[in-house]
């Protein structure tokens, strides 16, 4: 039996409201993750998750662990929408009497993963200036020493200061800083995610040729989510610190993604490229299988029934 037809606007509805209802859950988690990816060895502020999330609130509130999600808010539904859209378009498009190879499966997340790095790198490079700034300003407070000398502490920029700036000094490039980086990480993430969601989400399925259950859409978007983020995790780190502009004077600068990973297993050793792996298993386990369900529920198309419909 061939695959109906894509609706893509009610994909983009999917997409847009499972981003933002993930991203609202997750980003606590999120922000520990970046600053236990990017604090060095002589730098550590933070032993753990916990200890990152217990420490944030005391110095900066409860809102605090909600540093830059306004950005993740704005641009995820962009970013998640291209993400599963293109992922449905490129195995339409490839498969052969509604089956794919695992070959072809692959070839559509490779193809989803490329295409949503246009949205993520500039969300990305933004919201880690953002998550990282109540590390930077501890740093400032517990270790004075590490401060660069002439630094002036300054209040924590917003989302469009940054913007302005990164476009002032360095054009639309500031905000592609890092992209290389974030394609090494997207490309492989979603070549994982797409095939092991399909093929588990298969299994569950108790008619053939019906929709599986929405638990075991949701298990496997959390399985297959938590599984692909802890095996790039390695190159979230690099992705992570290559987009991270402000850095004490005693920690290391990057001038690429070889320079990066050269510097991090001289330095740190190979452990660092685990650093924030299950915090970020722990991101992105819920946010697809949130994403997941939804899509599979039909949000998208049962809002689109509501609209009038062209007539000829």
Avoid: W
Wanted: aromatic share 8%.
């Amino acid at each position: 039996m061939a695959d109906k037809q894509i609706s893509l606007p009610a994909k983009l509805i999917n997409g847009g409201i499972a981003g933002l209802i993930g991203v609202t859950c997750v980003f606590p988690i999120d922000l520990a993750k970046t600053r236990l990816q990017n604090q060095q060895n002589g730098s550590r502020l933070y032993t753990s998750m916990s200890d990152c999330l217990i420490k944030t609130i005391r110095s900066e509130g409860y809102f605090g662990m909600y540093r830059g999600a306004a950005v993740n808010l704005t641009l995820v539904t962009p970013e998640k929408a291209i993400k599963l859209a293109a992922n449905d378009f490129f195995r339409q498009h490839l498969s052969k009497d509604g089956k794919l190879t695992l070959v072809k499966e692959m070839l559509a997340g490779c193809g989803a993963g490329t295409c949503q790095v246009i949205v993520t790198t500039p969300m990305e490079m933004l919201k880690i200036q953002l998550q990282d700034a109540g590390r930077i300003a501890a740093q400032r407070k517990l270790m004075p020493e590490t401060v660069a000398a002439g630094t002036v502490e300054t209040k924590s920029p917003t989302a469009m200061q940054l913007t302005r700036q990164l476009l002032q000094e360095k054009g639309i490039a500031g905000l592609y800083k890092g992209l290389g980086a974030t394609l090494l990480r997207d490309v492989p993430f979603s070549i994982i995610y797409f095939p092991l969601f399909a093929n588990l989400n298969n299994i569950g399925k108790k008619d053939v040729d019906g929709p599986a259950p929405f638990y075991v859409s949701f298990i496997s978007g959390c399985l297959a989510g938590s599984t692909a983020a802890v095996a790039v995790n390695p190159v979230d780190v690099i992705k992570t610190r290559l987009q991270s502009l402000n850095r004490a004077s005693t920690e290391d600068t990057y001038s690429g993604v070889t320079d990066c990973i050269r510097k991090i297993m001289r330095n740190e050793g190979p452990s660092a490229f685990l650093k924030g792996a299950y915090c970020r298993a722990l991101v992105i386990a819920p946010l697809f299988g949130i994403a997941q369900v939804i899509y599979f529920l039909g949000v998208g198309e049962f809002i689109l029934s509501f609209m009038p419909k062209k007539h000829d």
